[in-house]
């Protein structure tokens, strides 16, 4: 196994993982402003960057979830799903990416009359996470 998401202390195995792309983004500003022609002229300039991005898309079988230590592919998609909304530490190809909060997570699934789901697409979406620390409070007072 050597890409995984760990939630909570928990390993969730990441199954049939075919592509794995980050974007770094920046907040921009923008004004306007006439110069001395008196000719528009647009100023921007970066503000701060902002979060890391991610996105992952797997696709797996249900044997691929049975041989991962699932029981089937539902208890596999269940695991994805919850995993939304919470924070989780990445790691690809047995290192740590970051610490990323699961945005979403979408699912496509191939349809048969033989077995319900033979096969499923998923697609998920991180954007970068942090846990805010307490500030620590001092007590300042004059030597006595």
């Given at each position: 196994?050597?890409?995984?998401?760990?939630?909570?202390?928990?390993?969730?195995?990441?199954?049939?993982?075919?592509?794995?792309?980050?974007?770094?983004?920046?907040?921009?500003?923008?004004?306007?402003?006439?110069?001395?022609?008196?000719?528009?002229?647009?100023?921007?300039?970066?503000?701060?960057?902002?979060?890391?991005?991610?996105?992952?898309?797997?696709?797996?079988?249900?044997?691929?979830?049975?041989?991962?230590?699932?029981?089937?592919?539902?208890?596999?998609?269940?695991?994805?799903?919850?995993?939304v909304?919470?924070?989780?530490?990445l790691w690809?190809?047995?290192?740590?990416?970051?610490?990323?909060?699961?945005?979403?997570?979408?699912?496509?699934?191939?349809?048969?009359?033989?077995?319900?789901?033979?096969a499923m697409?998923?697609?998920?979406?991180?954007?970068?996470?942090?846990?805010?620390?307490?500030?620590?409070?001092?007590?300042?007072?004059?030597?006595?």
């Amino acid at each position: 196994m050597e890409n995984y998401i760990v939630q909570n202390g928990v390993v969730i195995p990441i199954v049939g993982a075919s592509s794995f792309s980050t974007g770094d983004g920046l907040d921009l500003s923008q004004r306007f402003a006439y110069d001395y022609s008196k000719r528009p002229q647009s100023l921007v300039f970066r503000k701060r960057n902002t979060a890391l991005t991610a996105s992952m898309q797997l696709s797996f079988t249900n044997q691929m979830c049975i041989d991962n230590g699932f029981l089937h592919i539902f208890d596999y998609i269940d695991k994805l799903q919850s995993v939304v909304g919470e924070l989780v530490d990445l790691w690809w190809n047995w290192r740590k990416i970051s610490q990323f909060i699961v945005v979403s997570a979408q699912f496509s699934a191939v349809t048969d009359c033989q077995s319900i789901f033979p096969a499923m697409a998923v697609s998920l979406a991180f954007t970068e996470g942090f846990v805010r620390r307490e500030t620590l409070y001092t007590a300042v007072s004059t030597l006595g």
